[in-house]
């Protein structure tokens, strides 16, 4: 019986609508909590003479089965390292048993990488790296914002003198937590460049400043494509003020930022194909600003990003694509 499996964590809501879709119309799927794999899960790789290689795995909550020879299609949705033990021993046993744990999944993800797949363990790492989107986007002819990554201040500085504005920006950890325990999100800031060269040696020197030149907006675009599927939305960041989305639209989650989805214009739709073809992906959402002289300039690709959230919004079949996707090992074309 072939299956589909969904590799995520507990905590992870995106897939609930592709799974009820899948309950519904009696597709077989697997869903594999990777975080919970020495906890939840019983499973086994092996090789016999005369017989192919081949892994099973039960889980040990609901009683679903899985061997590896059944799968069809495999959505690389959120999946982490195992994280817990079934029992502690000490410190150092501990560690060693987690590390063998660790070590067993990543040679798993390899194992499945070359079956269909929506994200993919192996190529949406190289993918995730801003320096090689920028590279890839301007080998394929699209504008994208002027950038600097450095850990010297003279550089950042000078780079920024360009511009009359620069946007900060964080290159993968989005949040900070202080010591009190309160937790911010650590938006894109809009910052004048006239006021970085008073800022301490330090403030660069102890990490990586990705800075861009702020590109004015008439409005933002969030792409995501699915095989053969592009949904485009337009999202009205301007309309909010500073500090509730207009620099950063996700601060415009709480804040009524409007939705809306438009035409994918065809020389965008090309390139956001060719994109995730030279990368070999099947699935990517991509971020645009539109500029207020209709110029589009790209800014990144998530090639594991969150859509839910426009399905809802706009009342779009995306979980729909989704499925057809991964029930038809369907590609980008």
């Avoid at 889980?59 to 817990?84: A, N």
């Avoid at 804040?255 to 073809?277: D, N, R, V």
Wanted: contains cysteine; charged residues 25%; glycine residues 4%.
């Amino acid at each position: 019986m072939e299956q589909i499996l969904i590799l995520t964590d507990k905590g992870d809501a995106h897939p609930t609508s592709v799974i009820n879709l899948m309950k519904e119309r009696s597709i077989p799927f697997f869903r594999l909590n990777t975080e919970a794999l020495m906890v939840d899960y019983s499973f086994s790789w092996f090789h016999r003479n005369g017989h192919s290689p081949d892994f099973h795995i039960i889980d040990t909550v609901t009683g679903k089965e899985l061997w590896g020879h059944e799968i069809k299609s495999v959505w690389y949705r959120k999946p982490d390292f195992p994280k817990h033990l079934p029992f502690t021993v000490n410190e150092e046993v501990d560690r060693h048993n987690a590390l063998e744990a660790k070590q067993f999944f990543i040679y798993l993800m390899h194992y499945l990488a070359d079956i269909y797949s929506i994200g993919n363990h192996f190529y949406d790492k190289r993918a995730n790296s801003k320096l090689i989107q920028s590279k890839l986007a301007v080998e394929l002819g699209m504008d994208i914002a002027p950038t600097c990554l450095s850990n010297s201040k003279k550089d950042i500085v000078n780079f920024a003198g360009e511009f009359e504005f620069v946007g900060l920006k964080c290159l993968r950890d989005h949040w900070m937590k202080t010591e009190d325990g309160m937790v911010y999100d650590l938006c894109t800031q809009k910052v004048s460049s006239a006021l970085l060269s008073a800022q301490p040696d330090e403030a660069f020197s102890q990490t990586v400043v990705f800075a861009q030149e702020y590109i004015e907006k008439k409005y933002e675009l969030r792409i995501t494509v699915m095989g053969p599927y592009i949904f485009t939305c337009k999202l009205d960041s301007q309309s909010l003020t500073p500090d509730t989305g207009a620099v950063d639209w996700r601060q415009g989650y709480d804040h009524g930022l409007k939705h809306e989805i438009i035409e994918t214009p065809s020389a965008i739709e090309h390139f956001c194909k060719q994109y995730l073809q030279r990368l070999h992906l099947n699935f990517g959402c991509f971020d645009f600003i539109v500029t207020p002289n209709e110029k589009f300039v790209f800014l990144e690709c998530n090639p594991n990003g969150q859509w839910g959230w426009i399905e809802d919004e706009c009342n779009v079949p995306m979980s729909e694509a989704m499925v057809d996707c991964l029930v038809n090992q369907l590609s980008v074309r």
